[in-house]
């Protein structure tokens, strides 16, 4: 089933702006419904690339930094945990890595500047990001398997976007 079909209602399905994501800007992800879940906030004021990603009310769930010196990562800040996004050196198909803090990593594949890949962990899909789901020129979906997934799946796809498309 595909993003924002009837049938498998046990995913979050989310809609994303490709164009949006640049330095300082904001945006907001819509879910399945056109309603804003949660916005993704650019600190256009920092030395580093930042972002926070907000939910509906405005609260702070993820922060997103990618430090100047380090310029192939991105360090995800959650709960008190991190993830770090590397991108992978080797392979012909773009492939990031995410370094969990205190949990299994996760694992991007496919045509990252596409909007067409998938992320995994420990080999199961979790979540399918794609532009095929819309009609709409610059915008692509993001179907996440398990909702305790949503956070990190949407702070490492805003990573993956900042770290391609650099």
Same mark, same amino acid.
């Given at each position: 089933?595909?993003?924002?079909?009837?049938?498998?209602?046990?995913?979050?399905?989310?809609?994303?702006?490709?164009?949006?994501?640049?330095?300082?800007?904001?945006?907001?992800?819509?879910?399945?419904?056109?309603?804003?879940?949660?916005?993704?906030?650019?600190?256009?004021? #920092?030395?580093?690339?930042?972002?926070?990603?907000?939910?509906?009310?405005? #609260?702070?769930?993820?922060?997103?930094?990618?430090?100047?010196?380090?310029?192939?990562?991105?360090?995800?800040?959650?709960?008190?945990?991190?993830?770090?996004?590397?991108?992978?050196?080797? %392979?012909? #198909?773009?492939?990031?890595?995410?370094?969990?803090?205190?949990?299994?990593?996760?694992?991007?594949? %496919?045509?990252?500047?596409?909007?067409?890949?998938?992320?995994?962990?420990?080999?199961?899909?979790?979540?399918?990001?794609?532009?095929?789901?819309?009609?709409?020129?610059?915008?692509? %979906?993001?179907?996440?398997?398990?909702?305790?997934?949503?956070?990190?799946?949407?702070?490492?796809?805003?990573?993956?976007?900042?770290?391609?498309?650099?």
């Amino acid at each position: 089933m595909g993003l924002f079909r009837k049938g498998n209602d046990d995913k979050r399905k989310f809609k994303m702006r490709e164009d949006l994501m640049s330095f300082g800007d904001d945006y907001w992800i819509e879910d399945e419904h056109g309603d804003k879940a949660f916005h993704v906030n650019g600190k256009a004021l #920092r030395m580093r690339d930042t972002w926070a990603l907000e939910d509906g009310q405005g #609260r702070e769930v993820a922060s997103i930094k990618k430090h100047s010196l380090g310029r192939d990562k991105i360090v995800i800040e959650i709960g008190g945990r991190t993830a770090t996004v590397k991108k992978a050196l080797v %392979g012909i #198909r773009d492939r990031f890595h995410v370094e969990v803090d205190l949990g299994q990593d996760l694992k991007v594949h %496919g045509h990252i500047a596409d909007h067409e890949y998938e992320i995994e962990r420990d080999g199961d899909k979790i979540a399918e990001v794609s532009k095929k789901w819309f009609r709409v020129r610059d915008t692509y %979906g993001v179907e996440i398997e398990d909702d305790d997934d949503t956070v990190i799946v949407l702070a490492v796809t805003v990573a993956v976007d900042a770290l391609a498309h650099d």
